[in-house]
């Protein structure tokens, strides 16, 4: 998680990174206040990007960070405030690799709005959602002509221990079976590679533009 | 806010900030393309009365549902008030960007910094640049 920090603050082109946590950890959203407790069986830290508590672990869940320089997406005015444009070209490069690997997508967009202390257990605009299960977040920070969009990737529940301890920091019940409760399993870097190239081919869709 | 508008007894910057002067003092918010771009807010990080911004860079944060923004001072100064309205009510800043949805009040190091920034026909071609 520093490290996407600091390819905010400094990346000069496009960077993109997958990388799972060990031991696991709780992060929260840049402004969720919560009242920490003593002896938690993760580590908690916080994101530069909004949202919700996620939980993290090489278990059951991945994370991935892709860093836009404003010049990855042109130089038009409102670049500077596009947030629509960077979840599209994540959100859009995960869509497109999963519906290869055979995984149906309620649909992106189709948010309920629905919130919670939990990320996993809201929906907003740009989750990938199938059969019901809430499988990929995404978050987004923006700063000094840089965009963050990172995210998890949730394989299935994570086990009892984390999930018990975050329902009691959070004060609300864990929801998110993730891949595993629709049905779904694969290789992460067979899923990684081919969202690699679904980006490399939007990006030069949006220089274009 | 619903209807896109840019007064133009205000002036603005080139990162979606407005600017209103009142003498030695600089109020400053984000404009109705800002807010719109952004989403709902949910939060707003300001500086503290008494800390300085420095023009052309982030003096604060906003957290939409999309997103967490940095919003930029056009001018150098010190912070002399913030609206600490939007702690408890952040959507001030879409439903009235103009108004009750300002950010900061700034005493100018050199009011003469608000001679780069641009009136609300300028800014509206800015926006309409390709």
Known sequence: MALDVGLLQTAEEVFARRYSWTPPALSLGKFQRVQLLPQLPFDVVRRPSGGRAVLHGDDFEWSFAVVLPAAALGD???????????????????????????????????????????????????????????IVALAQARGQGRVLVHGSVLERRPPRELTEAAEVLLGEPWAGEGLAGAGYSFVRESLWAGVLERLETGLKAARAS | MSEETYPHDLTYFKEHDWVRVEGPEAVLGITWFAQDALGEVVYAELPGVGDRVTGGQPFG??????????????????????????????????????????????????????????????????????
Request: with cysteine.
């Open chain 1, 76 to 134: 038009h005015p409102g670049v500077a405030v596009d947030v629509t444009t960077p979840y599209g070209l994540v959100a859009d490069a995960f869509s497109a690799t999963l519906e290869e690997f055979g995984v149906i997508l309620d649909g992106i967009g189709e948010a309920a709005g629905r919130r919670s202390a939990f990320c996993f257990a809201g929906v907003m605009r740009h989750d990938l959602i199938t059969r019901g299960e809430k």
């Open chain 2, 61 to 130: 944060e906003l957290e939409s549902v999309k997103s967490v923004s940095s919003v930029y001072s056009p001018v150098s100064g010190q912070v002399v008030d913030t609206n600490e309205s939007l702690l408890d009510e952040p959507q001030r800043l879409n439903e009235d960007c103009y108004g009750e949805g300002w950010l900061i009040r700034v005493r100018m190091e050199d009011v003469a910094q608000i001679d780069g920034l641009m009136d609300a026909d300028a800014y509206q071609a800015f926006l309409e640049q390709d």
